[in-house]
């Protein structure tokens, strides 16, 4: 049975940091591009991070760039999102995605797999 489950998620300060889960079951990430997505109240769910498990080749979106680090563990078959100085925008429910085509843009074919998301507040 496939599964992507978040986890890390939280209530923090603006500044923090906060490190996200998407560990995966059910088929090996070793071939996938594991992407992260957030979507805030009100607002259209928007690509933020992805790992293309194929090339190695990592993608982030404006906005984090700098402050948002993607990474695995291959043996927990586990993708990691660390968010350093958080800011109030980048409060949203995280949702981890698996895709077997490999990142085609974030807006490219619908994902094969989805997690059920893990909220992050920022915020004073």
């Known amino acids: 049975q496939v599964q992507l489950v978040e986890s890390g998620g939280g209530l923090v300060q603006p500044g923090d940091s906060l490190r996200l889960s998407c560990t995966v079951s059910?088929?090996?990430?070793?071939?996938?591009?594991i992407g992260w997505f957030r979507q805030a109240p009100g607002k259209e769910r928007e690509g933020v991070s992805c790992?293309?498990?194929?090339?190695?080749?990592?993608y982030y979106t404006d906005s984090v760039k700098g402050r948002f680090t993607i990474s695995k563990d291959s043996a927990k078959n586990t993708v990691y999102l660390l968010m350093n100085d958080l800011k109030s925008e980048d409060t949203a429910v995280y949702y981890c995605?698996?895709?077997?085509?490999?990142?085609?843009?974030?807006?490219?074919?619908?994902?094969?797999?989805w997690g059920q998301g893990t909220q992050v507040t920022v915020s004073t």
């Open positions: 059910g088929f090996t990430t070793d071939y996938y591009a």
């Open positions: 995605a698996a895709d077997s085509l490999g990142f085609t843009g974030w807006d490219g074919p619908p994902w094969d797999y």
């Open positions: 790992l293309d498990n194929g090339d190695g080749k990592t």
